[in-house]
């Protein structure tokens, strides 16, 4: 009987300690962001193909994109938007209202971008709304296209 | 008791390496599930958006094409929906009109007409809706050129 117990005790040692040992790694894992498995992903900025996203850079307090008109028709850009789902979400001043010839590409820039978890180095999640009408349009009625972007923060 | 010793470590053994396996298993598993799981959800937006582009693409250069043909032209189209289009509807004539669902929102995709386009008498002021031709699947799509200016789209 006694024998039997100590090898239980044994037992229960040796794991015991491989099992904190492990629990540890994982932890410490865990805290390096070895488990989020979004920074795995490639960084991506997604938009419908009439506005095709060709380039795009997230740098401290900025978010650039450049986009091409592709509706094949002249448009004016009426308002842009950006925002996430950190608490609280990002918030970047929008460049004006401006007009966009068919065919041609534009770089938008959002300034003095402020929440959102937008820090340096880290992976961002953003949506980007815009808001148009096609200047030959007689009513000139307003779309909305939405995208998205995702990377990580650059250092300036 | 030796004999005992013996089984008992042989189990743990065996138990250990089980654990080991499974655990070895999850950890290659979780993340390639996330990982796919994340592409294929973006690939299905833009599958989507190229299937909407593609349709749209086909319904106005087809309006265009029977346009030129003269009064009393009609073709019927058969095309395929693809998910999370809610509506679609024709603007001043010209704007033929789908809204598409995305994780990001809410995106309006847009095609130009040369030709004035309109719907079967379901206008509301410079706004057109083309009944049964939003949500998934085959549609038969009808264009007939009902006088020297329009271009009527129905589903039937």
Redesign the interface.
Known sequence: MHTKSQVALEFLATYAWAFVVVAIAIGALYYFGIFDFSNYLPQKCVFPSQFKCLDFSLSPSEVKINLANNLGEDIRVTSLQITNDANPPISCTPPAAFDWASSTDKDITFTSCTGGAYIQGERVDARVAISYYAVNTPSQQTHLINGKINGRVISS | ?EE??QV?GTS?QSS?EYLLVVAITFIVI??AT??FY??SK?SG??IT??QV?RLGRTIVDTAESIFYSGQGSKTVLELNMPDNVDTAQI??G??L?FN?T?????????F?SFVNLTANGNCIA??CAIPGLAGSGLKKVKLEVIDQISVKIETI
């Open positions: 008791m005992s010793y008992n743990g250990l979780l993340p996330y990982l994340s592409y973006e937006y833009e958006d190229a582009t603007i001043d010209r704007e009109v598409v995305t994780s990001f929102g809410v995106s309006e995709i847009v130009f410079n706004v």
